[in-house]
């Protein structure tokens, strides 16, 4: 395990090791004495700063990051324009995503024109489009690094050569099969931590770039998963979440296939971890296992996030999903059948080409009869390679927007509606923080994933503890502890 080496017994008077990971504790090493250099001439350590766009799987990998950066002795900052390195861990999932980091690009331009030592870096999926490195390396000269997602694990390598050269440093891989274990990593929060099951998607949603930025499905070992889940409960972790673009179809790539419901199984028996979260879960691959599985676990959460889509079959049909509304609609009453508290929340895009009335009102349709407890609703985006981008019939603007504001209308009448059912229960909560606006309160999560405040000082942050849900407020509650019954979930 990582925990166990000591960078100060890494001979840098030798090659490199070609095998991994021991080739990036070689070049950590060398990062650390490029440290140590730096804060000797300036008095000071160097400053870093990560920001992440996108999603969990972004979030962890942004944790992956920082963890390389503070085991090599850079001190962490959140303010970008204060760093001596700063790194975009980049989404291009939809157009805004890009458009946010061409403006923090802007931004630090004048900056780094007053610290021409400053280093900026950029990588993740949006180094994987080929037009996105051409643009950077013709209008961004600020930028000193750039990689993709297939050779993240290479970081301490590629940060080495950034600090040495003045040249812009670029490696983008296409595609790898290739998955390195036990490097550093940080947690954000040291009771729960997300873990990475499996990476890549070969799904083809026909509106989706993430395959094409993200590569084929790739699952990780169950001992490997194992491992790292003792290994966090012992850290104090009680909570897990489990991350894939498409956990349901979790091990079938590898050489002794394992099912994800298996998989979930075997994380249950693990002492110490109390809840178990997962996403994404795709509809068309969650299979009856599964479900038997969520019905009997003591500690898998009491929520689910199952993307629709769409509710028109039409337009289901045209986006690749390979589902059925009524299939759809047909999953959620098994699900509700066997798990009957379950929490339901979605992804829904909104002016798919050729998306008409009709089928707009189909997804309606699904919200009302879901009746989710949220949704995340999205104005399609069309990306550059996908097969929808070429599609005919694109949606004009103005009647997107009208259908998005009407369909958000919905989604948030039907969860306020929804999220208040619990009012008056007491329920197991695991605290997350203090209250940011009442210092007299505390914030933590119910396994439906509601967010709940109720009065508490931070030496309650990590437990669970059984709260009484006193009032909704639409999208969160406020409590009052109680007492009287047993905490364990
Ligand atoms: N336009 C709009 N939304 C998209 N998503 C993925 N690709 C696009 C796109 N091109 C949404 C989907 C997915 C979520 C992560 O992002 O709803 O589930
Ligand atoms: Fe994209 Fe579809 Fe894969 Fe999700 S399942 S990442 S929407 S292609």
Known sequence: MYHEIDLDNV?????????????QYYFMAKCLKWVRDFTKKNGRFPKSCVTTFGCQMNARDSEKLAGILAKI???????ENQADFIIFNTCTVRENANMRVYGHLGQLTPVKKKNPHMKIALCGCMMQEPEVVEKIKKSYRIVDLIFGTHNIYKFA???????????????????TDKIVENLPGERKFPFKSGVNV???????????????????ERSREPEAVLKEIRQLASDGVVEVMLLGQNVNSYGKTLD???????????IEEIEGIERIRFMTSHPKDLSDELIEVMKHSRKICRHLHLPVQS???????????????????DL????????????????????FPGETEEDFEETLDVVRKVRYDSAFTFIYSKRTGTPAASMEAQVPSDVVKKRFDRLLAEVQNISAEVCAVHTGKVMPVLVESVNDHDQSLVTGRLSNNLLIHFPGDKSLIGKIVNV???????????GSRTFDQSENF
């Open 11 to 23: 001979n840098l008077s030798l090659q490199p090791p070609t095998e991994e990971p021991a080739r």
């Open 73 to 79: 002795g850079f001190v962490e900052t959140e303010k």
């Open 157 to 175: 390598e590629l940060l080495s050569a950034c600090l040495e050269s003045d040249r812009m440093v670029i490696d983008i891989w296409k595609d």
């Open 198 to 216: 499996m990476f890549g998607c070969n799904n083809f949603c026909s509106y989706c770039i993430v395959p094409y930025v993200r590569g084929r």
């Open 256 to 266: 002794n296939p394992c099912t994800f419901a298996n998989l979930l199984q075997q």
């Open 311 to 329: 509710g028109s079959t039409e337009i289901l049909k045209k986006m690749n999903r390979r589902y059925t509304k009524e299939q759809y609609l």
């Open 332 to 351: 959620v009453r098994k699900l509700r059948k066997a798990v009957p508290d379950i929490s339901l929340t979605t992804d829904i895009i909104v002016g």
């Open 468 to 478: 009484k849900l006193n009032e909704c407020k639409g999208f969160y509650y406020l």
